[in-house]
């Protein structure tokens, strides 16, 4: 099966630009997860749709950080403006619920270099 | 509060030995632990996970330990090799969460030949 796509790889902006990443979750997965991840720690949840419909955005830096996922499939989260801090991989991962636990699956991720 | 705390942060071994990383969790109704491979550059990725009806999990080289009553899982590798050379993720489900997990900080391993 086709695994979760997200795009651009790479991206470099400066401060206070803005940018976009996209997210295409594997076929028939109800959850969608942004992710941030600093280099050397482990994800930190931005936000969790299901369907299209948000279920945890407590983390998301609102702010500045906006995420939609209007057709309950692709996701885009966006960043407007750019602080240094926000140089990270941010990763997309999608999962089926399963009594007991669900597992995700990860996109390779965009990699943010705020100049 | 809700946590899960991961040790060691780096773990360096002869290859062909084995290596052990530890995790602890906070919340006792916790019944699905996964671990998860990164390497360098990559996306994490599921090895193997367990639940919560089970002590032990085997997968070849791979095995997970559980022990609910301690509440710490930990992942064991035996006979390392140089491609076991990654991050190591192990998580938790977050209480009262909708399929939410907490991550571990991650363990680096390397395997020196």
């Known amino acids: 099966e086709a695994g979760v796509a997200q795009s651009p790889r790479y991206k470099i902006i400066e401060k206070r630009q803005s940018v976009a990443f996209w997210c295409n979750p594997i076929?028939?997965?109800?959850?969608l997860y942004w992710y941030q991840q600093i280099l050397g720690q482990g994800p930190k949840l931005l936000i969790q749709?299901?369907?299209?419909?948000?279920?945890?955005d407590s983390q998301l830096p609102k702010d500045r950080f906006s995420a939609e996922r209007l057709k309950g499939v692709d996701s885009t989260l966006k960043i407007q403006p750019a602080k240094l801090e926000d140089s990270a991989v941010y990763l997309c991962?999608?999962?089926?619920?399963?009594?007991?636990?669900?597992?995700?699956?990860f996109g390779a991720g965009t990699r943010l270099s705020v100049l | 509060g809700e946590n899960v705390e991961q040790h060691p942060s780096t773990l360096s071994v002869q290859e062909g030995d084995s290596a052990v990383i530890k995790c602890t969790y906070s919340?006792?109704?916790?019944?699905?632990f996964p671990w998860y491979k990164q390497e360098l550059g990559k996306r994490p990725q599921l090895i193997i996970d367990?639940?919560?009806n089970v002590g032990e999990k085997k997968d070849q080289r791979i095995a997970v330990t559980l022990n609910k009553t301690a509440k710490h899982f930990s992942l064991h590798i035996t006979e390392t090799q140089p491609e076991d050379s990654a991050v190591y993720f192990c998580?938790?489900?977050?209480?009262?969460?909708?399929?939410?997990?907490?991550w571990g900080a991650g363990t680096k391993l390397i395997i020196k030949p």
């Open positions: 076929s028939g997965h109800a959850t």
């Open positions: 749709f299901q369907n299209n419909g948000v279920v945890d």
């Open positions: 367990i639940r919560s």
């Open positions: 998580a938790a489900p977050r209480p009262g969460s909708n399929y939410q997990l907490i």
């Open positions: 919340d006792s109704a916790s019944n699905y």
């Open positions: 991962a999608s999962s089926l619920e399963l009594v007991g636990g669900n597992i995700q699956y």
